[in-house]
Structure formats: structure tokens, C-alpha cells
């Protein structure tokens, strides 16, 4: 059965403040994809990254980076340089390719506050 | 650059009455999702729609819940009679298939937000 798990509930840190954000994530198949959103206060989710199991490298843009290890079916989030714009909700999600039409497994979610 | 819309953004009924969530998918796009977040909580899959039936549903989604696309763009979600556990936010997704890169991810609408009284 697929599975995410965003164990950090929350994390406050100050602005500037590099912050790691994790996702494990479980998973019978062989290919899939792994998806980080964020839901700011609107409500709205946005989409921040998509990157598909045969795809371990490394990705950056801008402050953001992503780091995917299937070692440890980890793909965690990392922010450089916090912002106060930065504070939000922000969801794993994992989608098998061969279990049908691909819903979108999410985890808890991550809320992440930064204070000036 | 072309986005998922829905309406109304907000929604209060009464208990028992039912109500439709509309969603504009993106013009291209094939596949179609309803989503719900109960406040606080994580995202949950609701029910998969593409090709003008339902492809996937969950548990969550019984027979009070129906979807449905009644012309080019509009893409409905009906709860017949709404409970108190019904309110949340829902949102709707809609993912294309042209194989590109980008052509796998779901893009989600702003939501509703439903509350039930």
C-alpha cells in the first residue's frame, strides 16, 4: 500500500534560517512519482516539484532544493534563506503509476512558520 | 498561463440539502479529480473521472457523492443530502496526457470551502 509520512508537524524558525522539511514514503511500485505542494494561508495548493522514481538527481531553484534518495525512500525539501512568505502547509504527495489513474497520496503536511 | 477554476469559492447549507461544487478544469486536460481537506487535516483522494466516467473512487466517495461533466469544461461534484462531516474544503484537479514533462502533474483549483450546518 502507498504511504507518505511527513513526521514534522511544525517548525518555526526565523527568517534567513535554512529549514529541512522530510517525506518517507512507501511504495510497492517500481515507478512513481513524488510531488511537493504548499498551501499558504489561502488555502490554495500549489505546486512546487515533481520528480519520477528513475530520477534521483538533485534539483534546485532558487532557495529551494529537493533531495531524493530511494535508499531510504526519502525526498525531502529544503529552503535556504527562510522567508516570511516561505510560512505555510507544506504536503508530500506520492503517485504509483500502475495502480490505475494515479490519484495522489498525500502526506499530513508540514506547517512551516517564519517570524521576521 | 491557464489555471483550474472553481465556484462558488465558499459554500454554508444546512444539514441535508444537497449542493454542487463546480470546477473548470484546464482547456487540454483529460483526467479529472475531486479532492477534500477537513480543516486541519491532510488531502484525500475523493474519485478520478476521464473519458466521461469515473475511473477511481475511494471509500470516502458512497453513493451520496456523484460527479459529472455535463458539457466541454464544467466538471461537477453533487453531494445529495450533505452531513456535518461533509464540511471541508474540496478541491478539484485536472492532469493532460501529452507526455511531457509536465504532462503527469495534477494541478489543483483554488477550492470551496463547504461548511455544513
Known amino acids: 500500500a502507498q504511504k507518505v509520512t511527513q513526521a514534522q508537524t511544525e517548525i518555526s524558525v526565523v527568517e534567513k534560517e535554512d529549514v529541512t522539511l522530510d517525506c518517507v514514503y512507501e511504495t510497492r511500485d517500481t515507478t512513481y512519482y513524488l510531488f511537493w505542494y504548499k498551501q499558504p494561508p489561502s488555502g490554495e495548493l500549489v505546486f512546487l516539484i515533481r520528480?519520477?522514481?528513475?530520477?534521483?538527481q538533485n534539483e534546485i531553484s532558487g532557495r529551494y532544493s529537493w533531495n531524493f534518495q530511494k535508499s531510504t525512500s526519502s525526498f525531502n525539501f529544503t529552503i535556504t534563506a527562510s522567508q516570511v512568505v516561505d510560512s505555510a502547509v507544506y504536503f508530500c504527495?506520492?503517485?504509483?503509476?500502475?495502480?490505475?489513474?494515479?490519484?495522489?497520496?498525500f502526506g499530513t503536511g508540514t506547517r512551516l512558520l517564519v517570524s521576521p | 498561463e491557464p489555471e483550474v477554476t472553481q465556484t462558488p469559492s465558499h459554500q454554508v447549507t444546512q444539514m441535508g440539502q444537497e449542493v454542487i461544487l463546480r470546477c473548470v478544469p484546464i482547456s487540454n486536460h483529460l483526467y479529472f479529480y475531486w479532492y477534500r481537506q477537513i480543516l486541519g487535516q491532510k488531502v484525500e483522494f475523493l474519485v478520478s473521472?476521464?473519458?466521461?466516467?469515473?475511473?477511481?473512487k475511494s471509500e470516502i466517495f458512497d453513493d451520496q457523492f456523484s460527479v459529472e461533466r455535463p458539457d466541454g469544461s464544467n466538471f461537477t461534484l453533487k453531494i445529495r443530502s450533505t452531513k456535518l462531516e461533509d464540511s471541508a474544503m474540496y478541491f478539484c484537479a485536472s492532469r493532460d496526457t501529452s507526455g511531457r514533462a509536465l504532462g503527469e502533474t495534477q494541478y489543483f483549483g483554488p477550492g470551496t470551502r463547504l461548511l455544513v450546518l
Open positions: 520528480r519520477n522514481s528513475f530520477d534521483e
Open positions: 504527495a506520492l503517485r504509483e503509476e500502475n495502480t490505475g489513474f494515479q490519484k495522489l497520496v
Open positions: 473521472f476521464y473519458n466521461n466516467e469515473i475511473s477511481e
